[in-house]
C-alpha cells in the first residue's frame, strides 16, 4: 500500500475515532438504537461504520482505491459546523432517488472490498426529545411512543389524535407528558415523578384504610426457590409461562433455577406454616407493597401491560371461612374506592368465573373498568379467597379451641398495580395531554404570570412579587401547587405545556388582574374560567379541586353507562360487541360454553369476547331464561366484552 493513501486512510480513521469518542462523551451511550441522536451530519452508527471501513481499508488488497474513496468521502464531511464559509459553493452532483430516513444501505458490506461508495445514511433530523427508540425487534413503533412525523424543537403536546388513533394517542401521551421513559429491556418502563406520586398517592390512601382494618406491612424475599413454586400444581400451570427464572450466578450454573417473584403465595406460605400453630395465633393479616416480574408475551402497553410493574399484595389467614369471605368484599370495595373516589374512573363490583379465577382460589372477586376509545375492558384489581388450597399444600394447619382438634386456615390473597394510572389515563385524557383527577394529580394548582412588553419594570416586578404572594399562601393552604415564572416562554406555550401535563387548575394573573386585585382560575378539565379576588382563592381553589373531581366521574359514569349493553340473544350480543361496548347477558355460567363464545366471536384483527365478571348487583333473572350461547338454562348474568 502507498504510503500517502495509507495515510489519508488512517487520518479517516483517527477523525472517526475521535468523534465518536465525542458523541459518547455527549452522555448518549445508552441510546444507540435512537437515530435521532445524531451529531453534525452523521450518526453514531455512520461512525462505527465508517471506522470499520477504514480499518478493513488499511488490509485491503484495494486499499488504494479505498483509500482515494475515503478521501472524498471525509472531504464532504463538515466536522466544524460552528466556522462555515458563508460563499462556499457546493459542487452539484446528480439527483438519486433517496432511501427512506433511518435507513442504511450496505449493498457490498459482505464484499471483500466493502466500497464505501455502496454505503448510503440517511438519518433523521436531530431533535431534544426523551429516548423513543425506532424499529427494533424489542422496541416495535407501536409501542415506543414513536411520532408518525418529526416535530419542530419547539412544539408541545401530540400529533395523534386519541379518537382517531387511540394506541398512538396513548403512546404518545405516557412519553410526552413525563410520566415514564423507555427503557432497554422490552416491557419495562422508567417511572418518572410524576407517576410516581400518583401512585404514591393510591398507596398513602390504600395504606392508611387497611391499616384501619388490622392488616400490617412486611415484606418477603423477591426470589422464590423452585420447590416452593412448584408445591400448588394449579398455580403453578397459571404462571409457568411469565415466571422468569434466575439460572445462574457469575460464570457457574445455579444446582437449582430461583424464580423470580410473579406472585407471593408460594414465598410466603412456607413460613406462615411456621408462624401459624394455635387459633390464638389467627387472623394473620399481612400486606407487602412490591415489585413482581411477569414475562409477558402479549403486546407490552405501558402501566396496562409490563413485564415487571409495582403492586401491594395481601396475604391472609383465618380461622374461620365466614371471617375470610368477610374480608374479600371489604378489599374489594376499597378497591372501588381507589378507583371511583380517588381516580375518577367508574367501576363494575364481580365475581370471575370459574375459567377466569385466580389459579388455585375458591372463588375471585374483581373491579372491571372499561375503556370506550378502544372497546376493552381492563380488570382493575383483585381480591380472592383462597379457601384452605394452600394451606394444606403448605401444611398452615393451627390448633382450634376444640380439644384435639386441628384445622387448616382458611387464606386470601388480594392484589391492585400500577394499572390504575394506566386505566385513569385512558379514561380522562384528551387531545391535549393527561387530565389529571385532583386528589391524585402530582401539582393540582399552577401559578402563571403573564407580563407583557408593554409593562414597566416596577410593575413586572409587582406582578411576580403577587404571583409569590399567592403560590406561598396556596402552598401554606396545603394544596399542591407549583409557579411558572420562566421568562423565555410565551404564556400560550406555559399554558399548552401544563395542559399536557393534566395540572387541574391554572391560575393566571395579568396587567389587568393586577389593577383589580383579581386572578383567573382555568379549569383543564373543561377549560372554564372564573374570576376570584385575590383574598378569596384559599377558600375557592379546595371547592373547586372537589367539583372538578365530582365533574370527572359524573362524566366517565355517563360514557360508561353508555357502553353497557343487555342482550339475551347471539346475534345482538354480537351486535353489541361490535359496537366495543360491554354486554349483560344471560348464561349457563360453565367453562365450555365461555371457550365456545371466545372462538366464535373472534375475527380478524379482533379477538373473542370473555366474561368479564359477574356482577354482584345483578338483574332479575326470570325463571325461563335461557342461556344467550348456548340456548341452556341460564344461571345468572355476566358482564362480557373484548379486554386486555
Not at 419542530?152 to 386519541?162: C, F, M, P, S, V
Not at 359477574?614 to 350461547?629: D, H, K, R, S, Y
Request: charge should be negative; proline fraction near 6%; charged fraction near 25%.
Amino acid at each position: 500500500m502507498h504510503d500517502k493513501k495509507f495515510q489519508v486512510i488512517l487520518t479517516a480513521f483517527l477523525v472517526d475515532i475521535v468523534r465518536a469518542l465525542t458523541f459518547l462523551r455527549s452522555g448518549r451511550l445508552p441510546y444507540l438504537i435512537n437515530w435521532e441522536a445524531s451529531i453534525g451530519n452523521t450518526t453514531f452508527i455512520t461512525l462505527v461504520i465508517s471506522i470499520i471501513i477504514d480499518l478493513k481499508a488499511m488490509t485491503a488488497e484495494d486499499g488504494p482505491q479505498i483509500a482515494e474513496t475515503v478521501a472524498d468521502k471525509l472531504a464532504d464531511v463538515n466536522l466544524d459546523t460552528k466556522h462555515k464559509e458563508p460563499n462556499a459553493k457546493k459542487e452539484k452532483k446528480p439527483k438519486a432517488d433517496k432511501p427512506k430516513q433511518g435507513t442504511i444501505l450496505l449493498d457490498t458490506l459482505s464484499s471483500p472490498s466493502l466500497l464505501p461508495l455502496n454505503l448510503t445514511v440517511h438519518p433523521p433530523p436531530c431533535r431534544p426529545t426523551p429516548f423513543q427508540p425506532t424499529t427494533d425487534p424489542l422496541f416495535p413503533p407501536s409501542i415506543t411512543g414513536r411520532s408518525k412525523e418529526v416535530k419542530k424543537e419547539t412544539k408541545l403536546g401530540l400529533n395523534a389524535k386519541k379518537e382517531e388513533d387511540f394506541s398512538e394517542w396513548y403512546s404518545q401521551i405516557v412519553v410526552e407528558s413525563e410520566l415514564i421513559s423507555y427503557y432497554a429491556v422490552s416491557g419495562c418502563y422508567i417511572l418518572r415523578p410524576t407517576a410516581y406520586s400518583i401512585w404514591d398517592s393510591i398507596k398513602n390512601w390504600f395504606d392508611a384504610e387497611i391499616k384501619e382494618m388490622g392488616v400490617e406491612n412486611c415484606y418477603f424475599p423477591l426470589f422464590i426457590p423452585e420447590e416452593y413454586l412448584l408445591k400448588e400444581k394449579d398455580h403453578v400451570e397459571g404462571f409457568a409461562a411469565e415466571v422468569a427464572w434466575v439460572t445462574r450466578s457469575g460464570n457457574s450454573e445455579l444446582e437449582r433455577p430461583i424464580a423470580i417473584r410473579p406472585t407471593s403465595e408460594t414465598a410466603m406460605y412456607k413460613t406462615y406454616a411456621t408462624w401459624i400453630r394455635s387459633h390464638r395465633d389467627l387472623p394473620l393479616r399481612l400486606n407487602q407493597w412490591a415489585n413482581v416480574v411477569r414475562w409477558e408475551f402479549k403486546h407490552p402497553t405501558p402501566f396496562i401491560r409490563s413485564r415487571e410493574f409495582l403492586w401491594q399484595e395481601g396475604h391472609t389467614a383465618f380461622a374461620t371461612q365466614p371471617e375470610a369471605e368477610t374480608e374479600v368484599y371489604e378489599v374489594l370495595d376499597l378497591y372501588r374506592r381507589v378507583y371511583e373516589d380517588l381516580l375518577a374512573v367508574p367501576v363494575i363490583k364481580g365475581k370471575k368465573s370459574d375459567n377466569e379465577k385466580f389459579a388455585g382460589a375458591l372463588f375471585t372477586t374483581s373491579v372491571e373498568a372499561f375503556i370506550p376509545m378502544n372497546g376493552r375492558g381492563v380488570q382493575g384489581a383483585t381480591s380472592h379467597c383462597l379457601g384452605q388450597n394452600f394451606s394444606k399444600m403448605f401444611d398452615i394447619e393451627f390448633e382450634t379451641e376444640v380439644e384435639d382438634k386441628k384445622d387448616f386456615a382458611w387464606q386470601n390473597s388480594w392484589g391492585l398495580t400500577t394499572r390504575t394510572i394506566g386505566v385513569m389515563i385512558m379514561t380522562h385524557g384528551d387531545d391535549k395531554g393527561l387530565v389529571l383527577p385532583p386528589r391524585v394529580a402530582h401539582l393540582q394548582v399552577v401559578v402563571v404570570p403573564i407580563p407583557n412588553s408593554k409593562l414597566s419594570e416596577e410593575d413586572k416586578a409587582a406582578m411576580l412579587g403577587k404571583s409569590e404572594e399567592l403560590y406561598t399562601s396556596i402552598k401554606k393552604a396545603g394544596i399542591r401547587v407549583n409557579k411558572d415564572l420562566r421568562e423565555n416562554y410565551t404564556p400560550g406555550w406555559k399554558y399548552n405545556y401544563w395542559e399536557l401535563r393534566g395540572v387541574p387548575i391554572r391560575l393566571e394573573l395579568g396587567p389587568k388582574d393586577m389593577v383589580n386585585g383579581v386572578c383567573v382560575l382555568a379549569r383543564r378539565d373543561t377549560g372554564a374560567k372564573e374570576l376570584v379576588a385575590w383574598g378569596d382563592v384559599i377558600t375557592r381553589l379546595p371547592v373547586l379541586l372537589e367539583e372538578i373531581q365530582a365533574d370527572m366521574f359524573t362524566k366517565a359514569k355517563a360514557t360508561f353507562d353508555g357502553c353497557l349493553e343487555r342482550a339475551t340473544k347471539w346475534d345482538d350480543f354480537m351486535a353489541a360487541i361490535d359496537r366495543k361496548h360491554m354486554v349483560l347477558a344471560p348464561w349457563a355460567d360453565e367453562v365450555e360454553v365461555e371457550e365456545m363464545v371466545k372462538k366464535k366471536s373472534a375475527s380478524e384483527g379482533a379477538m373473542g369476547a370473555k366474561t368479564l365478571c359477574i356482577p354482584m348487583e345483578q338483574p332479575e333473572l326470570v325463571e325461563g331464561t335461557v342461556c344467550f350461547a348456548s340456548g341452556k338454562p341460564a344461571k345468572n348474568w355476566a358482564l362480557w366484552g373484548r379486554s386486555y
